[in-house]
Nanobody
Framework: QVQLVESGGGSVQSGGSLKLSCLAS????????MGWFRQTPGQEREGVAR???????TYADSVKGRFTISQDKEKKTLYLQMNNLRPEDTAMYYC???????????????WGQGTQVTVSS
């Protein structure tokens, strides 16, 4: 019964900021990994950032220094603060959840519906 719902997407100019949220419902376990992914038409889905229950964090090289992933366990919410956005960041952004091992394997069990981020030059 796990459900993930993203919000916070929108259209911004290059250099702007957005903060995405992912509200989780249901039980994903006591040891998990959550992450943000993005995809554009004709492009391969790419991992943006991942975080574990114990706050192990990893970022894609393309977003290091610009994006910050965080979580509020009490609110069961995942966040992605996106600063200094670039046109190449334009994509549908998806929230995902899985077991702790997803941090390494990249295999997630649950996915949100996505939220669109568009960055104009």
């Amino acid at each position: 019964q796990v459900q993930l719902v993203e919000s916070g997407g929108g259209s911004v100019q290059s250099g702007g900021s957005l903060k995405l949220s992912c509200l989780a419902s249901g039980d994903i376990g006591s040891s998990y990994c959550m992450g943000w992914f993005r995809q554009t038409p004709g492009q391969e889905r790419e991992g943006v950032a991942r975080i574990t229950t114990s706050n192990w964090i990893t970022y894609a090289d393309s977003v290091k220094g610009r994006f910050t992933i965080s979580q509020d366990k009490e609110k069961k919410t995942l966040y992605l603060q996106m600063n200094n956005l670039r046109p190449e960041d334009t994509a549908m952004y998806y929230c995902a959840a899985g077991p702790r091992r997803a941090y390494t394997s990249g295999v997630f069990n649950y996915w949100g519906q996505g939220t669109q981020v568009t960055v104009s030059s």
